[in-house]
């Protein structure tokens, strides 16, 4: 679509869904996107007719399987009645595996006037929101017919089944916790053994130390230290179904490891320390995890990096002008994972607040974008210098207490990924964290 001129500026989140209307065939994926173009609504069509076909679309059974269906849903301001074409599509109101990547090209707020004109085209009085919310809404997701997934690799993650542990290896010798332990690859894949053993879902190699006043190495010292280890992760049986992020601002850094096996770029800085990080996520088409930083590691615990009056809601605008300045560069919504960056340009009671106020980050985030608000958030509090602040515990392995505390935390205020350095602990709490959230649903 870019390639024919369409400037592609929003994306719903991924569906996976059951067949409708012919159900002998394999589940579909689902989304919608949310653009602009100086086609014509005929010619549009015509452009999206090619598409299909340079995709490998023919004439079939209606409703059977095909590579590819685009359908115009809506189109400007307009309502189009012509032999070939209407506008808004007929069946939008109908489907739920279309009105639920529609709903999510939307925030809360009605941000111009051609969003709502599409809410005045809706069967419902109210909008789009209530026409939704008629046929289900949020209720049918994570059902057997529906489902928001993540491509990674070869798999489609279905990554609100359960809360999933992100392993730390850190590779440097500088890092606040264990900087110097896992330098060599015996040592690093010893301990991504015991790591997975215990429970990780996924391994988070970081060669670069983000440590408060940390002083930055080039990408290629960050590839020497980063290389050997992660293709010798990647060659162990038990990394079978497991994942490997990448630590790294650096889009060179992310570029050759994704070239060699990594599944997920993990930027600290959300694109702000590269430029050209946005297009080489895009390009290589991996899941992208966005965080919140003001300044870079050496710089963002200065007094004016630290200054907030609301911090949730600042870092809510702040992380989400990133994540829309991802998605103009090609990344999908789809592919994005957000983490508030507890630690990060954030005094302890900024820590505090994040934890408390993760469903208002969720909220806050909904009013601009629900493609966002329902993708998977990240939180990496373990072991971090606030804990020690709290509870008095200079020596960062003595906080692990209290990172199981902070994370059981996180995850029921609607944490999706824990990021921790001790798996076992974490790992049996998030179990029990998993099963009061599935108490919580099936009582709502």
């Known amino acids: 679509m870019r390639k024919s001129?369409?400037?592609?500026?929003?994306?719903?989140?991924?569906?996976?869904?059951?067949?409708?209307?012919?159900?002998?065939?394999?589940?579909?994926?689902?989304?919608?996107?949310?653009?602009?173009?100086?086609?014509?609504p005929h010619d549009l069509l015509q452009e999206l007719k090619k598409i299909e076909k340079d995709m490998g679309r023919t004439a079939g059974i209606r409703y059977g399987p095909r590579p590819i269906d685009l359908d115009i849903l809506f189109y400007g301001k307009f309502r189009i009645n012509s032999d070939t074409l209407t506008v808004p599509h007929e069946r939008i109101w109908e489907r739920p595996f279309v009105m639920a990547p529609l709903i999510d090209l939307l925030g809360l707020d009605v941000d111009n006037d051609t969003v709502a004109s599409w809410h005045s085209m809706s069967v419902q009085s109210s909008g789009l929101?209530?026409?939704?919310?008629?046929?289900?809404?949020?209720?049918?997701?994570?059902?057997?017919?529906?489902?928001?997934?993540?491509?990674?690799?070869?798999?489609l993650?279905?990554?609100?089944?359960?809360?999933?542990?992100?392993?730390?290896l850190n590779l440097t010798p500088d890092s606040f916790s264990d900087g110097g332990m896992y330098q060599s690859v015996e040592a690093a894949v010893s301990h991504v053994r015991s790591m997975i053993t215990e429970?990780?879902?996924?391994?988070?190699?970081?060669?670069?130390?983000?440590?408060?006043?940390?002083?930055?190495?080039?990408?290629?010292?960050?590839?020497?230290?980063?290389?050997?280890?992660?293709?010798?992760?990647?060659?162990?049986?038990?990394?079978e179904g497991k994942?490997?992020?990448v630590d790294t601002f650096y889009s060179e850094v992310a570029r050759e490891a994704v070239n060699r096996g990594a599944h997920l770029v993990n930027d600290v800085s959300a694109g702000k320390l590269d430029s050209q990080m946005f297009k080489a996520v895009a390009e290589l088409k991996v899941p992208y995890i966005a965080m919140h930083m003001r300044g870079d590691p050496s710089t963002m615990q200065n007094n004016e990096?630290?200054?907030?009056?609301?911090?949730?809601?600042?870092?809510?605008?702040?992380?989400?002008?990133?994540?829309?300045?991802?998605?103009?560069?090609?990344?999908?919504?789809?592919?994005?994972?957000?983490?508030?960056?507890?630690g990060f340009s954030k005094r302890t009671e900024h820590n505090v607040d994040i934890l408390v106020g993760l469903p208002a980050i969720r909220e806050q985030i909904a009013m601009k974008s629900l493609a966002v608000a329902h993708g998977p958030m990240l939180i990496g509090p373990s072991r971090k210098r606030f804990l020690g602040?709290?509870?008095?515990?200079?020596?960062?392995v003595e906080r692990d207490p209290a990172t199981v505390a902070s994370v059981t935390a996180g995850v029921l205020g609607g944490a999706n990924i824990v990021r921790v350095h001790n798996v076992r602990d974490n790992h049996d709490a998030m179990r029990v964290c998993d099963a009061m959230l599935t108490r919580r649903r099936s009582r709502s």
């Open 5 to 40: 001129g369409i400037e592609i500026s929003r994306h719903g989140c991924l569906y996976e869904t059951a067949p409708a209307y012919v159900t002998d065939q394999p589940r579909f994926l689902n989304s919608a996107v949310r653009g602009v173009t100086t086609l014509g």
């Open 199 to 239: 429970g990780a879902d996924m391994i988070d190699l970081g060669a670069q130390s983000t440590r408060p006043s940390a002083e930055l190495i080039s990408p290629r010292e960050e590839l020497n230290r980063l290389l050997p280890v992660l293709e010798a992760v990647l060659e162990m049986p038990e990394m």
């Open 389 to 396: 602040e709290i509870c008095q515990r200079p020596v960062a």
């Open 243 to 245: 994942f490997v992020s």
């Open 157 to 168: 993650w279905d990554w609100s089944e359960k809360t999933s542990i992100m392993g730390i």
């Open 129 to 155: 929101h209530e026409s939704w919310q008629k046929l289900g809404g949020e209720s049918l997701i994570g059902k057997e017919g529906m489902k928001r997934v993540l491509p990674v690799g070869n798999w």
């Open 305 to 342: 990096n630290v200054q907030y009056q609301d911090v949730c809601k600042e870092i809510t605008s702040e992380l989400y002008s990133r994540v829309k300045e991802a998605e103009l560069s090609g990344i999908p919504a789809w592919r994005i994972i957000i983490d508030p960056g507890i």
